[in-house]
């Protein structure tokens, strides 16, 4: 049974999550024949002063 954890900046509506996990729950029963009831999608959303990307804060970026 494939989990996927997707971190994404907080503030992403529930019709963009539930379009997400259908989209890759879609692919991955195309790519691996695997039965949708049998994907796991844990989606962790993250405040951007809690992220950081080349020695940044993304709360402090432009």
């Known amino acids: 049974?494939?989990?996927y954890h997707?971190?994404?900046?907080e503030?992403?509506?529930v019709e963009q999550?539930?379009?997400?996990?259908?989209?890759?729950?879609?692919v991955?029963?195309?790519?691996?024949?695997s039965a949708p009831e049998s994907v796991d999608i844990i989606i962790?959303?993250?405040?951007?002063?809690n992220w950081?990307?080349?020695g940044k804060l993304w709360s402090e970026q432009n």
């Open 6 to 9: 997707i971190e994404l900046f």
């Open 11 to 13: 503030g992403r509506t």
């Open 1 to 3: 049974m494939p989990t």
């Open 44 to 49: 962790t959303d993250v405040k951007r002063e």
């Open 28 to 33: 991955t029963t195309e790519v691996l024949g």
């Open 17 to 26: 999550k539930r379009q997400l996990v259908e989209a890759v729950t879609r």
């Open 52 to 54: 950081a990307t080349g």
